[in-house]
């Protein structure tokens, strides 16, 4: 019993000092690249119109929804049946290129701000695949989504969704404050190399339609 019990101390000391360093943090990057922000806000505004941000709801932790902010990359258009074209169509260059240097992902500081992600962490997916998980593929939901995460620094999207499942809950096993900084510090350079952006003629990547589907192996 005195062995569980400063098992959960420690474990609670350990999520106390990732929330400070993400609070810390994230207002920090707020504050200096405020400037930043403003200028891809107004020219989102110009290139792509309104909204100038993305808003989607996504499961945290816990699979709780909370909504997720990003920069818009994406055109609004349709086809001849109203119906949105594919992404790979309606991102356009500018799109691409704030994707590319993951400018996109800033107003995601906001989230962290709030509590409802942290900057490292499985990266929050669509609500719809929840029920689409394994039991162990579902881990990756027992921690914060983050801005970053232990896939998006071997892979990104040019991994197959089984790939980044085991990188997440990986990561939800072996996650200390060392480890944060050091994919901190990989995404950085994963973002100058502009590696694994999207996988092979896809704008992102493909729909996670379950394991073992046809289009995952």
Request: one cysteine or more; charged letters at 25%; hydrophobic letters at 40%.
């Amino acid at each position: 019993m005195r062995r569980a019990g400063v098992l959960v101390n420690t474990i609670n000391c350990s999520r106390k000092a990732k929330r400070l360093f993400d609070l810390t943090t994230a207002t920090a990057l707020l504050v200096v690249s405020l400037p930043l922000l403003l200028l891809l806000a107004l020219l989102v505004r110009l290139r792509l119109g309104s909204p100038v941000f993305f808003a989607q709801v996504r499961p945290g932790l816990y699979s709780r929804p909370f909504t997720m902010y990003k920069f818009r990359t994406m055109t609004d258009k349709r086809g001849a049946n109203g119906e949105l074209l594919p992404d790979v169509r309606r991102l356009t260059p500018f799109g691409r290129l704030l994707r590319g240097a993951s400018l996109d992902e800033l107003p995601g500081l906001l989230n962290v701000l709030k509590g409802e992600m942290s900057l490292v962490g499985p990266r929050p997916l669509l609500m719809e695949y929840l029920p689409l998980y394994t039991p162990q593929q579902a881990r990756r939901h027992e921690v914060r989504p983050g801005v970053t995460g232990w896939a998006q620094v071997n892979g990104r999207n040019a991994l197959s969704w089984e790939e980044k499942f085991e990188l997440d809950v990986w990561y939800v096993d072996n996650r200390t404050l060392a480890l944060d900084l050091r994919i901190l510090w990989m995404t950085v350079a994963k973002v100058l190399r502009r590696d694994g952006i999207s996988a092979q003629g896809e704008a992102t990547m493909p729909k996670f339609t379950g394991p073992r589907s046809p289009e995952h192996g």
